[in-house]
Structure formats: C-alpha cells, structure tokens
C-alpha cells in the first residue's frame, strides 16, 4: 500500500469531522461580516464623495467670480500678472490653496499663490486640453510638478461670448487635507491609490469619468466586534485542531517510522542545502543514490530532485551572468546610455555630502532642448530619439571624468559638476550651447536644434533638491528668457 493512502486512512476521519465543525461557525461569521462591510462601505464612500463634492464646489464658486469681471479678461488679454496675482491671491484660505491664470495657448499668467512664478506652460496638460477641446469646464485630479490637486477649470470670456483664457482653482491633495476628508467617517483616505496598503483595502471612484478624471482613493476599515467574534471561532477551530494532532501522531508513528526513513535522508539532504551546509554537487550525489532504492516512491522523487538540481545548477549560472547586466540596465537610460534618474540622484546625494563635508566647490547643470515637441511632431519620434542621442553625445564629449550626466527625463538633461564653481560650470554649459546651435541639425530640412541651460552653484546647508530646484528655475529663465542660452539664478 502506498505511503499516502496509508496516512489518508488513519487522519481523514477525525480531520473531516473538525474540519466541518469549524467551517460551518466559520462560514456563518464570514457572511456577517461581509454584509457589516458592504454597508460601512457604502457609507463612507458616500461620506467623502460628498465631502470631496462640497471641495469641488467652493473651487467651482470661486472659478466662476474669477472670472466673471471684465477686468478679469481684460488682464489676461494685456498679460497683466500684477493684476491677476493681486486678484486670485484675495481668494487664496483654507478651501482653496491654488489658483492661477492662463492664456488660450495654455501658457501661466500669474499663480496667486506665487507672485514670481509664471510663464510657464501647460498646453500639453490634459486638464487644458480637456478645456480647449470646447469643455465649458473641467473638474477632477490633476498632476502639476510632482503633486496631485483637487481643481476645478474655467474659461473666462471677454464680452459674455469670446474666450480668452482660463482660470483654474484647487486644492492640493496633501496628508492633511486627505485626513479632513475622511474624519469621522471611521476609514482612512489615500491618493493616489498606489500609495495605499495592499491588504486589507478597497477603492472606489469619486470623479466623474466623462470630464477627464479617473481618480479613485483608498479606504481602511477598523476592526469590526464581527472580526474579534470571527477571530475567536478561528482560535477555538485551531484548538480543535491541535487536540486531534496530539492523538494522531500516536496512530501514525509505527507506520510512519519505516516508511519514512528514506524521505528522512533527502529532506535532511535538501534541508542541509537550504541552510548551506551541504554544496549543489553533494546533493546531487545523494539523490542518485536515494534513486536507486527499491521503494518506487522515493526512487521516483529522488531521480526527479537530481534532475531539478541539475536544472538549478545551470540556472544559477545563468542568473550569475545576467545579475551584472541587469544592474547596469538599472542605472542607465536605454535610449542615450546616459545615467538614469534613480542613478542621478544617488550621485548628487553622494556630491551634495562631500561638497557640504569638505566645504568644495559643486555646481549643476539643467538643460533642456527647445521645441522638442516640435522635432517629434514634425518629423516623427524616430528622429526624435536620433536627437536625444546626439545631444547626450555632444554633452558627454565635453565632461570631465569626474563629471557626471544623465538623462533626467523627457528632453532634459543633468550634469553634475565637482570641483566646479558657477562660473566655471557657465563656460561649460555655454560650450555646450554653442556646440549643439553649431553641429545638431534634424529633419530632412536640417532645422537647428537649440537648447536652454540652467546653472545652479551648491551652497552650505544646501539640501540636493534645493540645488535641483535652482537649477531648474535657472533653466526656464532661460527659456522664458528666449532660448538658446545659458541662465543663472543668483543665490
């Protein structure tokens, strides 16, 4: 008889019969607690979607007397960002951190929340297209610079019937807005969803799909009294459990001694594997030998582990080679070769901590390629990545070896400069300009490719974001600058 039938005929019986006991409390709590969920559910989706309504609302108010004075068109037709500013900072409180203005091309007039930061453009951002496309307005989740707003848009029209901007107001989904969203409602409010637990969570939408928005956020629910009562029959199943194995073992230990013993050999064998003790070829040899046993049922095992052993050697190897590969692959871009953002930052950290340590000079460079947009549009995203390639390898050819670059995403690149003050790292940049204006052509017509660059110098206490943050604003001074030139901002 084999050694599994011999075991089935001893435990099925008193196993069947525990198991059924404990299935059928187990069961019964099971559906209580599943309908206890789907209300408190039902509840506090309702709860915060109406919360997450009433936000939207005093956007939308305050969108619609932004922009309902003339003067309000007005400004934005003669770009008057003094005015603008003025006028959207008197909205700026508690339910509303973030409006600004724009013109019909989508580029920023002026952010009531920061009288110096404007010119830039969100042409390309849906929520503006969604409004230029003929939307009398857009309400949802929006992305902008790396964080995630509540926001509401408007046009604002010029005589009742001309459009000649947009206004758009919101509120930045921060930790602590998300947590008045969810107070008393018993959960816990998470956005993005990915930023929520796996286990234990559920998600639902609260935006209307048909404007744009596919936001959905993250709920908790506490333990239940249903959960502890669930947790207890558990507890009092395993219990039942651990009784019957007390007495079984004693029924199966006369059949388990001799039939086991050569099972015995080869987990001991696998088991001093696993903890290292025993090298790939041993165990290899131990199987072969357990193959050869006259019990059909370990001569089978054994042969299939000697096989699989053979198979984990060779795939050891395999995984050997390609580790190195895969690590590289990790840490550079696969279009120019360039170093990655993930690598970009380890090694501004890193810089960042030696400049600040042994009080050197660091400078940084952001550089970014004008019109790019205009390169992929017009002659298609093949030449595109010809460009984005040229360009690293015009870069790359006018670095130091302690100097570092990388592609920080999209058309725009980062060069880490040690050793290097800002006057320096402007020449360098400048080189680099005149270098790219000179010898990049794309498209069939040989249009000139240009580029803008930032220069930013590290300075004691300096954090690598603050760095970052100087040397993008550098960049788009230049470009708001005109282009094609190379910008520092004093600091």
């Known amino acids: 008889m084999r050694l599994i039938n011999k075991l089935l005929l001893t435990a099925i019986v008193p196993l069947l019969i525990s198991s059924a006991f404990a299935t059928s409390r187990l069961s019964s709590l099971v559906r209580a607690k599943e309908l206890?969920?789907?209300?408190?559910?039902?509840?506090?989706?309702?709860?915060?979607?109406?919360?997450?309504?009433?936000?939207?609302?005093?956007?939308?108010?305050?969108?619609?007397?932004?922009?309902?004075?003339?003067?309000?068109?007005?400004?934005?037709?003669?770009?008057?960002?003094?005015?603008?500013?003025?006028?959207?900072?008197?909205?700026?409180?508690?339910?509303?951190?973030?409006?600004?203005?724009?013109?019909?091309?989508?580029?920023?007039?002026?952010?009531?929340?920061?009288?110096?930061?404007?010119?830039?453009?969100?042409?390309?951002?849906?929520?503006?297209?969604?409004?230029?496309?003929?939307?009398?307005?857009?309400?949802?989740?929006?992305?902008?610079?790396?964080?995630?707003?509540?926001?509401?848009?408007?046009?604002?029209?010029?005589y009742g019937d001309k459009r000649v901007g947009y206004v758009v107001t919101g509120k930045n989904l921060s930790g602590a807005f998300l947590s008045g969203m969810a107070l008393e409602t018993g959960v816990e409010l998470f956005f993005p969803l990915s930023e929520a637990p796996g286990e234990g969570w559920i998600s639902g939408p609260i935006m209307d799909p048909s404007l744009g928005s596919a936001a959905t956020l993250a709920l908790r629910f506490p333990p239940s009294p249903l959960e502890t009562e669930l947790r207890a029959a558990m507890n009092g199943a395993i219990a039942i459990s651990l009784v019957l194995l007390i007495v079984l073992p004693l029924a199966l230990v006369s059949v388990l001694i001799y039939s086991l013993k050569p099972y015995d050999r080869l987990t001991s064998a696998l088991a001093a594997y696993a903890r290292r003790d025993m090298p790939l070829s041993a165990l290899q040899e131990r199987c072969a030998t357990l193959a050869a046993a006259s019990d059909p049922e370990i001569s089978q095992m054994a042969g299939a582990l000697a096989e699989m052993s053979k198979t984990i050697a060779a795939t050891l190897e395999l995984l050997e080679s390609r580790q190195a590969e895969l690590e590289r692959l990790s840490r550079n871009d696969p279009l120019t070769l360039l170093a990655n953002r993930r690598a970009l930052d380890e090694i501004l950290a890193r810089e960042c901590d030696r400049a600040g340590r042994y009080s050197s000079s660091l400078s940084l460079i952001m550089a970014d390629i004008d019109h790019f947009k205009g390169v992929n549009d017009d002659y298609g995203h093949q030449e595109g990545d010809r460009i984005l390639k040229s360009v690293a390898d015009t870069i790359g050819s006018r670095l130091r070896s302690i100097d570092s670059c990388g592609r920080w995403g999209g058309e725009e690149f980062l060069i880490i400069c040690p050793h290097t003050d800002a006057e320096a790292a402007r020449g360098l940049a400048e080189s680099i300009r005149g270098a790219i204006e000179a010898g990049i052509r794309a498209g069939p017509d040989g249009r000139v490719l240009t580029i803008s660059l930032g220069v930013a110098q590290f300075a004691p206490g300096m954090k690598p974001a603050d760095l970052l943050q100087q040397a993008d604003q550098a960049m788009y001074r230049a470009k708001s600058e005109g282009r094609n030139r190379v910008a520092r901002i004093l600091g």
């Open 36 to 158: 206890e969920l789907v209300r408190a559910r039902g509840l506090s989706e309702a709860a915060v979607h109406e919360r997450v309504q009433m936000n939207l609302r005093r956007s939308r108010e305050a969108a619609r007397v932004l922009s309902a004075p003339s003067e309000t068109a007005t400004a934005i037709l003669q770009a008057d960002a003094d005015f603008l500013y003025r006028w959207a900072a008197a909205f700026l409180g508690s339910d509303l951190d973030t409006i600004l203005f724009t013109d019909l091309e989508g580029t920023v007039l002026a952010r009531g929340h920061d009288e110096f930061f404007f010119g830039d453009s969100y042409a390309g951002h849906p929520a503006f297209m969604a409004l230029a496309s003929g939307l009398p307005y857009y309400e949802g989740v929006v992305n902008a610079r790396g964080s995630h707003f509540l926001a509401y848009g408007l046009p604002v029209y010029l």
